[in-house]
């Protein structure tokens, strides 16, 4: 069964860090880019960063630099987002996706179910 779980949300006081992962069973994760989305009520799903195949090439939304890392471990199956400086507005379910490339916006796939994450004092 093709699955990815995302793990490792939860209430943090703004400033504070988070490590989220995303599992992937049934497939080999390092034959995909894998990226990680957010979606906050009310608003569209933003791209969060997305790390290449080979774990060469990564990218952050702008927002995000500086303050999120994103690295992968293919002997766990394992995609992590650590999440440092967090603000009220990182307040979000946070999925991850497969694609193709990290630039081939029309192939992320898969989804997980998301975790939420919520950033407050």
Partial sequence: ??????????????GGSLRLSCTASGFTLDNYAIG???QAPGKER?????????GTSINYANSMKGRFAISRDN?????YLQMNSLKPEDTAVYYCARATAC?????FGSWGQGTQVTVSS
Avoid: D, H, Y
């Fill in 75 to 79: 002997a766990q199956n394992t995609v």
């Fill in 36 to 38: 990680w989305f957010r």
């Fill in 103 to 107: 630039w081939s916006t029309s192939s």
């Fill in 46 to 54: 933003e791209k969060v960063s997305c790390i290449s195949r080979s």
């Fill in 1 to 14: 069964q093709l699955q990815l779980v995302e793990s490792g949300g939860g209430l943090v006081q703004p």
